[in-house]
């Protein structure tokens, strides 16, 4: 199947992570095409920069129920209230928030012709399954399986796949909210030559998986036909490694393994471990002959993205 010609693409949430990832990655292989080809929505209109200075224009979340595409669509929808901000909220207007996106989304999916849907979820799901779980991870993964849920339901009435992938931990150019992932804060506190300052007096595991194999996955399977439901799977990455071993395999990948690690007495408790099930994704990916990077490459990448958000921020 022509992927890259027969269909137009829909970034739900376009300004985010995934949302420029995704962008990036279509107007690298739609060339010219893109601008017709691709609709990138986000909560208000604008114009983002992505890579080598493209200028994308963004429509508002509420244009997207009259959207209506040229081509069967791929739908990427990202869209939606992240756990940072259960707490600025109230519980329901949180709730009525994410349903307000839902709406829209669905609204686009009721006048179009859809070829495949992909949603990430989160790992916080597991945790939205305990209805007696308040916490804000509870309550953002309950309103993650709520959008789990009706997606499945619409792509099963219509007949297109809906790709499901309960996101843990990612990787890669674009990433944001630095100081929220400890990746992305090590890699920085070494760029900066700064000492890596761990807080966690426990055990942290993380798995991480490159954002950029993350939409190559996706992709494949939106257009693979022939699903007999949902395709679900959880980010898992190559290897698990605790978050002391993580900060030292940065510095050795970029070079400055002489750099402080300065971290607290670590305890054999609580052992935080975020990490999904790896069963479904290494089936996926063996399905579709895609190997996923390794963790070096992983950080590799993440580095030369942070280096040049660096010197953009030291450029203004």
Partial sequence: MAIY???????????GWLGRATLDHLYRRLGDDARDRVHAIASSPREITIAEGTP??????????????KRPAL???????????????????YVASNSDIRRNVVGF????EVAGLFVPSSGAAYAGMDPNDRSDAGVYGRCKLDDERVFEDIAAQRGFCAVISRVFNLSGPYINKHELYALSSIILACLKGEPVSLKASHPVWRSY??????????IAAMTAGNSAGPIRFDTVGAEVIEVGELAQRVLR?????????????????????YVG????????????????????????DTAAYLRDFIKGKAGE
């Fill in 5 to 15: 010609t027969d269909f137009d693409f829909v970034v739900a949430g376009a300004t």
């Fill in 56 to 69: 994308v224009p963004v429509r508002a979340l509420g244009e997207l129920s009259s959207l209506v595409t």
């Fill in 75 to 93: 739908v990427f929808h990202y869209a939606f209230r992240t756990k940072d901000r259960v707490g600025d909220m109230s519980l329901d207007d």
């Fill in 109 to 112: 999916l009721d006048k179009n």
């Fill in 209 to 218: 998986y490159a954002v950029a194999d993350l939409i190559e996955l996706a």
């Fill in 253 to 273: 990948v970029l070079g400055a393994s002489s750099a402080c690690v300065e971290r607290p007495y670590v305890s054999a408790a609580p052992n935080n471990y």
């Fill in 277 to 300: 099930s790896p069963d479904a994704v290494r089936a996926l990916e063996a399905r579709f002959a895609l190997a996923p990077r390794s963790l070096d490459r992983q950080i590799e």
